[in-house]
């Protein structure tokens, strides 16, 4: 069974920048679509990144050129690098796995989360 552990959140200025790391055990790891979602209390889940099994990746449009996934196979953790962060990045941010053949920005596809780790950003 697939489980994963997010870290790396905080509270950070705006123009700041964070890493959150997310911990994958249980699984065949370069197998895995993973992917990073965030939520606001009262808001829907939206996807910012995910990376295949080839190191492909794809972002929102909120975080592309700010953002930066990626996964190191051999330690079987994925990172999201946050640059230049902005208040409206504030959230829960969840990681996710999912081992079908689609890797998409689509939570739909993806079976497995960890439990959230909480960015906050000042203004």
């Known amino acids: 069974q697939v489980q994963l552990v997010e870290s790396g959140g905080g509270s950070v200025q705006a123009g700041g920048s964070l890493r959150l790391s997310c911990e994958v055990s249980g699984y065949t790891y370069s197998a895995l679509c993973m992917g990073w979602f965030r939520q606001v209390p009262g808001k829907e889940r939206e996807g910012v990144a995910i990376?295949?099994?080839?190191?492909?990746?794809v972002y929102a449009d909120s975080v592309t050129g700010r953002f930066t996934i990626s996964k190191d196979n051999g330690k079987m953790i994925s990172y999201l690098q946050m640059n230049n962060l902005k208040p409206d990045d504030t959230a829960m941010y969840y990681c996710a796995a999912h081992d079908k053949a689609v890797c998409q920005l689509r939570q739909e596809l993806f079976t497995t989360w960890g439990p959230g780790t909480q960015v906050t950003v000042a203004s």
């Open positions: 990376i295949d099994n080839d190191g492909l990746s």
